[in-house]
């Protein structure tokens, strides 16, 4: 090897907050993906793959909840541009539409699915690389766009195999809140950087609700909130009526559709931009009710604001309802797996030409485990069928026998270690998860025989049988060497009838 | 949009040498990806997705054709770790393996598929992100291992649509080019670091084989080569028996496997080194060859020696045979699509010990690139059934249709953009390819009915139908509304049977 020199090992681990992804848990996601992309094709929608590399300049400074640019992302410098790494599939969609927006179709509906890198702090369950499946409507101003993506959002949730009545898509729309704090004279609407700055904040108390309950968002609008040890949280310093404004938005749930609108409306009587967000909120409702999706798959919810600073309308997000433990194995909701919105503001920054934009993401490993909680990805695959070596100058007939096995579609491999001591070799086949190994030593190589182990019974058979039953069904079998492929297939079906 | 202070537009383009992939080409790519992963899960391979990032400790020095640390990655510092993009799918799996070597079953059989990321000079074609597709098998000294990876190469390259005669897998080994430098004196065994040197220079010159031929290689063995700009490329130095006993080995292949290992066995006679790798040919040979792997598919080439300094034993690579024109219009065979070899020395840099191993890269990139020369993929599919908008107020009548389409399996969508101009609709269709497009005005609406216009006969008839075929072949039949489902499909159908 090349130069080398006495220098210290490396360590073998990824960076921090990186992880690996074995065998299964990546061919379920890959399926759940796959999934997921058939419904978004069905309704149009074209894959996109960007780069995973953006310039600093096109990704922008909309990382969620960030104000400052390049914080959260990882960026460097290269030649004279600072590149960095994409950190979520919608800034890059900016990017791309603006850069191809003569030859793309007008609306363009696209999806996407990949990693994403966040340069955060690194904790159990956070991940610095994550997936993320996006589905964005771009060039839409319709709310039929917002409707179609909250029905494909439904679909998409049944299609990986979440059951009707386990999810709930929560729709709202941020000029609500908008035209509710107009009303309330928190923000002067004229004043735009103002408006925006005291929208955060307010923005970021509410989406607080699942954590602090209204009584704790109530004081984040207010002059603060003091956690359970000692520490504070400065509010919003909203006045006592104008905090109960936006907690009487938060809590206008109604029990019907038509109900919460007309909530709405009495408490955005007087703002334009309110009336506008009422409005648009009708007409998603409209829509998907008239599409059959009724109040047990998509809901108006005025709680639900979303964290990211450039939605612009409507507002959604999907949340699974059945109940999980938490650490302390207390009953909660399962929660959020998907969210998204309008952002007319995006692609403006590459154009100066307002595109209006709608669309979803969804948390790939969120809802992946929600799957495995319900159990709804299917039993892990079994290992291969193991050849063993019984004679290591007889590999071209062990290769040949699992190449045989191949030709009629099972997965089978030779042992490739050291063969001297056939008890690793069955250990190996145990740590690969075989249903069955395959054994000619010479003696039945002579006879024109093979030894089937069944390595499933076996296992059964060794906690808790009978000598009877060792007796009566019998865990290896010796059958004619061309019989070999025949008497797996059924060895196998066997298996699945009685696992 | 918060504090949007005038300032320069990004400009909407990915860095240099990045690039986007568009619906079809995605969907393609998934698809071979999905083929290649079959045929090596079959074979017991276990798919593993390693970080896209590493630290630079961990990924090393062994980026090809390169010398220095870090040169030709994307790296950047971070706290106090210099992180990068991994080059490969190798450099990931001697960490992966190092970090969880107690846990894995050894041998380890694993495959990746994933981008990689390249900090080198883009050109035309030469991205610096790039697919790459790679299995391997880690703890196995076995050369059933190599024989294994070759015979599952060709597979996989049938499985995907390389039909037998237009690949061929070519084998050779380090260790017989070793044994010919020591018999020819070009080198001293016991030298490590001369010998390694050395070694790089001639394997060089070697490798250039397919671009300026065997004059081209023996003079850059010797003292150098003048190329047609009268460029000089200083030579290896070798004397000019050296040079020719190295150019003999490079001839030595023979019309059959046996006679090749014989013309070999003579240039290396006397060197322990060569005298092993010949036998490892022959054992790989002999099993390819037991398992029904013919000179038709598998054969022993001495003029390969792959570019990688990391290799240490078995080197083989598939190309393509089929004819295609370069760029001047000549004809010339399509090339490489994949290689690899062992590399035992890989893992030691963790752990300190030797770890066997030998594995296979597709360039992901170009084997696609070949199928779509051959025609082995698919027509692109259709687009979507584009359902128009003639009443902007009934969108939710159009989502109900396209809904339907939806459930019957029929890729559909309602057109979202401005829906004044139908001519604009149209030309959305064709932009999207659609087969078919639903159209419902007032008047259908009243009457029950729909419009279903075929665009693909429409295109045809527009093209070159007589006026007869133009009243015998209505593109646009009108039919109940309750019948779209069905006359969609029946229009499908026959758009299917005549295209």
């Known amino acids: 090897m090349a130069k080398q020199k006495k220098e210290a090992k490396p360590k073998a681990l990824p960076p921090k907050g990186f992880c690996d992804y074995f065998g299964t848990d990546v061919s379920e996601r890959t399926k759940m993906l796959r999934q997921i992309a058939y419904v978004y094709h069905l309704y149009g929608f074209e894959q996109l793959e960007s780069s995973a590399v953006e310039t600093v300049e096109a990704l922008g400074k909309f990382l969620p909840d960030v104000d400052r640019p390049n914080e959260g992302v990882f960026a460097w410098l290269e030649d004279e541009d600072w590149l960095a790494l994409r950190y979520d599939l919608t800034a890059p969609l900016a990017r791309v539409y603006a850069q191809h927006r003569n030859d793309l179709p007008s609306p363009y509906r696209r999806f996407a699915m990949g990693p994403v890198w966040r340069n955060e702090k690194p904790g159990p369950g956070r991940f610095r690389q994550f997936y993320q499946c996006d589905a964005d409507t771009v060039g839409s101003a319709s709310m039929a766009a917002d409707a179609e993506i909250c029905a494909m ?11 009707r009545g386990d999810y709930i898509i929560r729709v709202n729309n941020r000029k609500v809140l908008n035209g509710v704090m107009e009303v309330a004279g928190v923000l002067d609407p004229t004043d735009l950087e103002k408006f925006t700055e005291a929208r955060g904040i307010v923005l970021r108390a509410i989406d607080k609700l699942d954590r602090f309950g209204l009584e704790g968002v109530s004081q984040l609008l207010g002059a603060g909130r003091k956690d359970d040890s000692g520490d504070f ?15 009487g938005f938060m809590e206008a749930l109604g029990a019907t559709a038509a109900e919460t609108l007309s909530n709405l409306r009495v408490l955005i009587k007087g703002s334009a931009v ?33 964290g990211l600073g450039y939605y612009t309308g409507p507002v959604y997000e999907a949340e699974l309802t059945f109940e999980i433990k938490d650490e302390k194995g207390r ?21 100066g030409q307002e595109v209006p934009a709608t669309g979803v993401s969804i948390g790939v490993d969120r809802l992946l485990a929600a799957l495995r909680m319900k159990g709804r990805i299917e039993p892990v695959a079994l290992g291969p069928v193991v050849v063993t070596v019984m004679d290591r100058d007889r590999m071209s007939d062990y290769q040949a026998m699992a190449s045989e096995l191949r030709t009629a579609g099972i997965r089978a491999e030779v042992y490739l270690g050291n063969p001297k001591n056939f008890g690793n070799q069955l250990k190996y086949a145990d740590n690969r998860k075989s249903p069955i190994a395959i054994i000619e030593g010479g003696d039945e190589k002579m ?8 390595l499933i019974l076996g296992a059964q058979l060794a906690k808790d049988a009978t000598l009877e039953e060792w007796k009566a069904r019998p865990s290896q079998i010796k059958v004619p060497r061309q019989e070999l492929v025949e008497q797996v297939l059924n060895m196998l079906a066997a298996q699945g009838a009685t696992e």
Do not use: C, H, N, W
């Open 447 to 454: 006879a024109g025989i093979v030894q089937i182990k069944d």
């Open 331 to 351: 009953p909660r909701q399962f929660g959020s797996v998907a969210g998204g919105g309008r952002y007319d503001d995006l692609v403006k920054r590459f154009t």
């Open 274 to 306: 309110g009336e506008a967000g009422v409005d648009e909120l009708e007409q998603i409702s409209d829509l998907v009710i008239a599409q059959g999706y009724g109040s047990d798959r998509i809901v108006l919810d005025p709680s639900v604001v979303r």
């Open 153 to 163: 959002l439904a679909d998409t949730l049944e299609g990986v195999g979440i059951a």
């Open 233 to 247: 949280t400065k509010g919003a310093g909203l006045t006592a009526s104008q905090a109960e404004a936006i907690m």
